[in-house]
T-cell receptor, first 113, second 115 residues
Framework: ETGVTQSPTHLIKTRGQQVTLRCSSQ?????VSWYQQALGQGPQFIFQ???????GRGNFPPRFSGLQFPNYSSELNVNALELDDSALYLC????????????FGPGTRLTVL | AQSVSQHNHHVILSEAASLELGCNYS??????LFWYVQYPGQHLQLLLK??????LVKGIKGFEAEFIKSKFSFNLRKPSVQWSDTAEYFC?????????????FGSGTRLLVRP
């Protein structure tokens, strides 16, 4: 059992809207990474937060933004939604070292119409 | 750009057959290598990982992988698959100098094991 939870499970939005996805880390973990998994693809790194600071970003536009809170939970915000943003959004928590396993949550399925 | 290639997108095997899933990466420096698995309806979970040392790594459920630096490969193997191994398998890399520890994933291989 990973202990990483995400909400909501599913979400339907229309183009141009904004969305906030949430992630609760596994107990004791100080690092959260967000990934986007399009249908038939592997997860793609969006960004990572370590102790409330952004610690690396993938090739995603600025309309993808995030936050990490003092309890190490995290939010992913996407503004001005586009059809191509439809995907499964995964968060993963860890202790923030390369040797530590990243534990994934079940994901939020976002559909943009 | 760094990338991970999994050449077999779909694999179908009968129970007790041997399995080998290919994974190649494009990065010349130190790498940290992973195989993740996603069983139907479940989260992504770690099968095994390699950071240094013995290039033959053993993971959970009888899986193993071999790191061959000269071939930039990290193939996953299992001598005898079971129906319960039906899942999607992802190879992933963290480049050694990357301070963000971001996983770079391949596109995945869907394995179907027939009883």
């Amino acid at each position: 059992e990973t202990g990483v939870t995400q909400s909501p499970t599913h979400l339907i939005k229309t183009r141009g809207q904004q969305v906030t996805l949430r992630c609760s880390s596994q107990s004791g973990h100080n690092t959260v990474s967000w990934y986007q998994q399009a249908l038939g693809q592997g997860p793609q790194f969006i960004f990572q937060y370590y102790r409330e600071e952004e610690n690396g970003r993938g090739n995603f536009p600025p309309r993808f933004s995030g936050l990490q809170f003092p309890n190490y939970s995290s939010e992913l915000n996407v503004n001005a939604l586009e059809l191509d943003d439809s995907a499964l959004y995964l968060c993963a928590s860890s202790f923030g070292t390369v040797t530590d396993t990243q534990y994934f949550g079940p994901g939020t399925r976002l559909t943009v119409l | 750009a760094q990338s991970v290639s999994q050449h077999n997108h779909h694999v179908i095997l009968s129970e007790a057959a041997s399995l080998e899933l290919g994974c190649n990466y494009s990065y010349g420096g130190t790498v940290n290598l992973f195989w993740y698995v996603q069983y139907p309806g479940q989260h992504l979970q770690l099968l095994l990982k390699y950071f240094s040392g013995d290039p033959l790594v053993k993971g959970i459920k009888g899986f193993e992988a071999e790191f061959i630096k000269s071939k930039f490969s990290f193939n996953l193997r299992k001598p005898s698959v079971q129906w319960s191994d039906t899942a999607e398998y992802f190879c992933a890399v963290i480049p050694g100098e990357d301070s963000s520890y971001k996983l770079i994933f391949g596109s995945g291989t869907r394995l179907l094991v027939r009883p």
